[in-house]
């Protein structure tokens, strides 16, 4: 079992800076994806950014060059969003696949707004 808790989301202004955070508590497996995804009103969950056990990431093309995901050893998993648009308001949600089942967090609002 896993639980995720995110922070570090609020209200920022067009070009700004936001680095989320995502507490992971309970037992990683060794072979894990963990990602960081966002649900803007009235739009599906899609994903943003994803970093595999094996160190890859990725990248959903409208944050490319602006968002980079990041872990620490201590299970700890990070969102580092720069250049923020209008568009990337959303709930943003971390998550873990392992073992076949999926673990979601609560959420943390991101607003852009001038």
């Known amino acids: 079992q896993v639980q995720l808790v995110e922070s570090g989301g609020g209200l920022v202004r067009p070009g700004g800076s936001l680095r989320l955070s995502c507490a992971a508590s309970g037992t990683i497996a060794s072979l894990y994806l963990m990602g960081w995804y966002r649900q803007a009103p009235g739009k599906q969950r899609e994903l943003v950014a994803a970093l595999t056990s094996g160190s890859g990431t990725s990248y959903a093309d409208s944050v490319k060059g602006r968002f980079t995901i990041s872990k620490d050893n201590a299970k700890n998993m990070y969102l580092q969003m720069n250049s923020l648009r209008p568009e990337d308001t959303a709930v943003y949600y971390c998550?873990?696949?392992?073992?076949?089942?999926?673990?979601w967090g609560q959420g943390t609002q991101v607003t852009v707004s001038s």
């Open positions: 998550s873990v696949f392992q073992l076949g089942k999926t673990y």
